[in-house]
């Protein structure tokens, strides 16, 4: 849909320094985890679309994560992502619902869209 991304991320193992397992934090990333790269992504989109003010909001804070573990589920997760957009004119943010809408403001400054009437 156009409100939202899907991806696959194939993280591959990497020779990389032996000692104790490294917590994510703050100041300390964790080279090649999953937090890293959407924190990577998310920061690199931002910078480019802050180049257009008019944008607005870009993200939500969080983000949705699952590990695929076979073919089949891989098979499936990737045929939902192919057919996602075929329902974005069902999505209750499509700009023909949008705008039979009035907007409402929620956690984080995330401009949210209810129902008139409500």
Not at 26 to 31: A, D, G, L, N
Request: net charge positive; hydrophobic share 30%.
């Amino acid at each position: 849909m156009a409100n939202h991304l899907h991806a696959i991320l194939n993280i591959k193992k990497m020779n990389v320094r032996r000692g104790p397992p490294h917590r994510e934090g703050f100041s300390s990333p964790t080279f090649a985890s999953v937090p890293t790269i959407v924190r990577t992504f998310k920061a690199a989109v931002t910078r480019h679309f802050r180049q257009h003010p008019s944008v607005g909001v870009i993200w939500q804070r969080d983000y949705f994560e699952h590990v695929i573990r076979d073919g089949k589920e891989y098979a499936e997760i990737c045929r939902y992502i192919r057919e996602n957009p075929l329902r974005w004119d069902l999505d209750e943010n499509h700009p023909s619902s949008v705008a039979k809408q009035k907007p409402r403001l929620c956690r984080g400054g995330t401009i949210y869209r209810a129902p008139t009437g409500s």
